[in-house]
């Protein structure tokens, strides 16, 4: 089992949508919960960590964690075209940044 | 703030030869950590540095070493090139204590 895995997509959305971004992880002890964005060509960027159980928002984007369940997602409301992009989900097992190989996201206009 | 800056951004080596990558952290940062980006792997640890000592290390072989400088620049190398060393390599830096890293544009490196 790979220690973070998300759908590769491209997942598809409609501007004006919420995009809904998944991510498992295998470590129960990983206790840092991370959200990057990357554009092609680009280096990734931070958006969203979370370390609670719940739910954290910040403007559009809500980052949700389940440590039951070993399950982060990454809500951005309101889609835009410029959301199109990557989303690599990470997590700190160890003081290592493990991260996911991301889900492709298309925003359509 | 000058972010983070890594040179050269772009490199085309031959197997067998070796490689020295540059990282300089944002002002004030002094963790620096090294990653490779390649699409069939995704983003994988390569090692941190803080306060010029290897804090953590991934899951890569000898060949790939770095070290970090007192003024917390750090310099990635990978000796005996291999064709699969080609990716994109990726530094990120970030204030002691902090989890939030930021990435530096990346160096590609080519092996041909």
């Known amino acids: 089992q790979k220690e973070v895995e998300q759908n590769s997509g491209p997942l598809s959305v409609p501007e004006g949508a919420i995009a809904s971004l998944n991510c498992t992880y295998s470590d129960r002890g990983s206790q840092s919960f991370f959200w990057y964005r990357q554009y092609s060509g680009k280096s990734p960027e931070l958006i969203m960590f979370?370390?609670?159980?719940g739910d954290k928002e910040d403007g559009r984007f809500t980052a949700q964690l389940n440590k039951a369940s070993q399950y982060v997602s990454l809500l951005i409301r309101d889609s835009q075209p410029s959301d199109s992009a990557t989303y690599l989900c990470?997590?700190?097992?160890?003081?290592?940044?493990?991260f996911g190989k991301g889900t492709r996201l298309h925003i359509l206009p | 703030k000058a972010g983070v800056t890594q040179t050269p951004r772009y490199l085309i080596k031959t197997r067998g030869q070796q490689v020295t990558l540059s990282c300089s952290p944002i002002s004030g940062h002094r963790s620096v950590s090294w990653y490779q980006q390649t699409p069939g792997q995704g983003l994988q640890f390569l090692f941190e540095y803080f306060s010029e000592t290897q804090r953590n290390k991934g899951n890569f072989p000898g060949r790939f070493s770095g070290r970090q400088f007192s003024n917390s620049r750090s310099e990635m190398n990978v000796s005996t090139l291999e064709l699969g060393d080609s990716a994109l390599y990726l530094c990120a830096s970030s204030l002691a204590g902090s989890e939030t890293q930021y990435f530096g544009p990346g160096t590609r490196l080519l092996v041909l």
């Open positions: 979370i370390y609670s159980n």
């Open positions: 990470a997590v700190n097992r160890d003081d290592k940044i493990i």
